[in-house]
């Protein structure tokens, strides 16, 4: 062999080695780079700035970033979003007690207990810890099996929840982390681009445009509470509602067959989204947040169609038993006699209220919440 032929020969190994050498060495500078990304954003309190299409998402950045100290706040799912509007509620709360009240309803689309406690941990903290924190709750947003839990596992997982109990559980979660693991360098080089508002309208504006309710259809306030079925059929006929009744129907099937299929199917409570209802309660305990649960409206027509196999009886019972050994309000207004189960016509498709029903149930809850805030408000 010549010594040209010897010299090529090792100078290929050479070359190899080198190149693995490389590509190691920017493989390890990428993982620094990122992990450095994920230190700044938490450092920073960055995660809720990320650029989302979601408004409900959006809103948590506005309410970050734009509101002061506020008195009580709301959380929930779109549900929740629909059923509590700020300015009814404050309204009715002034009619009520003669003081001024400030609010924000943080509800997230497709919310589960999962998000509410994510949000509740990393949010509503220091200067932006509310008095008290009304939480909406329901069958599909304790059910620890819903698909609905990828998007609080897709916007609020923080990178040390994904091997907690709380973190991805199935395949469909599990391919999700590779967003996460990226999300945090996205929010940097996106973040010159958000323009941040400068007042509470605007996030009023993200609320009723993520909610599709409008304030500007309202119950005039001298409206008895409660109002029984009848005078709440007259109100909907007043306003011209009462001819969509097919359609609300139709939209309650949709809903029904949606309910078996995505956010009931394989109906757990006791699983992951029951140990974050009861981290949620801890926190509250902890910071000093008077915490009360609020067991949302379903029309009759939704719960005999979507609640075939006793989920509802199951969640109502894990939720008032986590609540009652948490020593926290469970409020459900059909159920302890302030008012009569609200009628198919409040709701849009027989589980997310309506423009009239979102104006009766935020002037009904805030009338009922109304003396345990007062209180809470002279305590803090």
């Not at 001819?243 to 309650?252: A, K, S």
């Not at 509802?312 to 189960?341: N, S």
Request: with cysteine; glycine share 6%.
């Amino acid at each position: 062999m010549t010594g040209r032929e010897e010299s090529s020969r090792e100078r290929g190994p050479l070359w190899r080695r080198a190149i693995r050498s490389r590509v190691l060495r920017l493989l390890l500078s990428a993982l620094v780079i990122l992990g450095l990304c994920h230190v700044l954003v938490e450092a920073f309190d960055l995660r809720f700035a990320q650029i989302t299409a979601e408004s409900s998402y959006r809103k948590l950045e506005v309410f970050r970033t734009g509101s002061g100290p506020i008195d009580v706040a709301f959380l929930g799912s779109s549900r929740m979003g629909r059923a509590v509007l700020p300015r009814v509620f404050e309204a009715e709360y002034e009619r009520q007690t003669g003081h001024d009240l400030s609010t924000f309803n943080l509800s997230l689309h497709a919310g589960t207990t999962l998000g509410y406690y994510l949000v509740t941990r990393d949010l509503l903290n220091g200067e932006h810890r509310p008095k008290v924190l009304v939480v909406g709750l329901g069958a599909r947003g304790f059910n620890s099996n819903s698909p609905h839990n990828e998007h609080a596992i897709r916007h609020l997982l923080a990178p040390g929840d994904l091997l907690s109990a709380v973190g991805p559980h199935d395949r469909a979660e599990v391919m999700i982390v590779p967003e996460i693991l990226f999300r945090a360098p996205a929010t940097l080089l996106t973040l010159w681009r958000w323009e941040l508002p400068e007042s509470r309208v605007f996030a009023d504006d993200l609320l009723e445009a993520s909610s599709n309710v409008s304030s500007r259809v309202a119950l005039p306030g001298d409206f008895p509470l409660p109002m029984t079925n009848a005078m709440l059929e007259a109100a909907i006929r007043r306003y011209g509602l009462s001819d969509l009744r097919e359609r609300v129907l139709e939209l309650t099937e949709d809903r029904i067959r949606r309910a078996h299929v995505e956010s009931l199917r394989d109906f757990d409570v006791n699983g992951r989204c029951s140990v974050a209802f009861e981290r949620l309660l801890r926190i509250c305990r902890e910071r000093g947040i008077r915490l009360v649960a609020v067991n949302l409206p379903v029309s009759a027509e939704y719960a005999r169609g979507a609640y075939r196999n006793g989920e509802y009886e199951k969640y109502l019972e894990r939720a008032r038993t986590l609540c009652r050994d948490g020593d926290v309000p469970f409020i459900d207004l059909a159920k302890d006699g302030d008012t009569e189960p609200l009628p198919l016509s409040l709701f849009r498709d027989g589980h997310h209220l309506n423009e009239i029903g979102s104006h009766y149930y935020s002037r009904l809850l805030s009338k009922r919440l109304s003396p345990l805030i007062e209180q809470a408000v002279e305590d803090d």
